[in-house]
């Protein structure tokens, strides 16, 4: 059974940093690129990051390239988002996702969410 | 980017009706990768649909999309209890895949 388990969300102020983490199983980790999605409670859903299964591409949406770091590390079968310069905007659950297959970015899999709360 | 569109916001049925929702996109979705995910609240989205018309695995056949170009419809034949809930479109065609603003269906 696939599962993606997301975690270290929390309550940050403006400006300041958070990771977080995806660890995966039920599936081979390594032969899919893997995204981060996020949704504004109350909100619509929102593409934020892709990294390839070999880590050489990385794509961002434009709202946050510059401030967000996605990376992976498949021994350990997890993903990451590095997320600085946070901003209230940012606030939302942030989902890891599995695309269907490795080159379409349509997820069949997506984890519980994490959430992040960006205020003072 | 590839904005999308949908329709109704909300969606009043009963259980047994046919429900009907739509999508559309500011331009042309590439070879048609459209998808559908059905959304309730506390739980991951479940994509229903991709490539517009094909159903994902244990999807019952209830569900079914159609379109293509910039109109897309994702039709449930007749409405089971369980699924009131938000529905999603997504295309995948251009970069970055973008999301419609969802349609809520709710019992009427």
Redesign the interface.
């Known amino acids: 059974e696939v599962q993606l388990v997301e975690s270290g969300g929390g309550l940050v102020q403006p400006g300041r940093s958070l990771r977080l983490s995806c660890v995966a199983s039920g599936f081979i980790f390594e032969d899919y690129a893997m995204h981060w999605v996020r949704q504004v409670p109350g909100k ?4 934020v990051s892709f990294i390839s299964w070999n880590s050489n591409r990385i ?1 961002y ?2 709202s946050v390239k510059g401030r967000f770091t996605i990376s992976r590390d498949n021994a350990k079968n997890s993903l990451y988002l590095q997320m600085n310069s946070l901003r209230p905007e940012d606030s939302a659950l942030y ?1 890891c996702a599995k695309p ?1 297959h490795s080159g ?10 994490t959430l992040v709360t960006v205020s003072s | 980017e590839i904005v999308l569109t949908q329709s109704p916001g909300t969606l009043s049925l009963s259980p047994g009706e046919r429900a009907t929702l739509s999508c559309r996109a500011s331009q042309s979705v590439s070879s048609s990768y459209l998808a559908w995910y059905q959304h309730k609240p506390g739980q991951a989205p479940r994509l229903l649909i991709y490539v517009a018309s094909s159903r994902a695995t244990d999807i019952p056949d209830r569900f079914s999309g159609s379109g293509s170009g910039t109109d897309f419809t994702l039709t449930i034949s007749r409405l089971e209890p369980e699924d009131f809930a938000v529905y999603y479109c997504q295309q995948f065609g251009s970069s970055p895949p973008t999301f419609g603003g969802g349609t809520k269906v709710e019992i009427k």
């Open positions: 619509g859903l929102e593409w794509d949406a434009d989902y269907l379409w970015e349509v997820f069949d899999y997506w984890g519980q969410g």
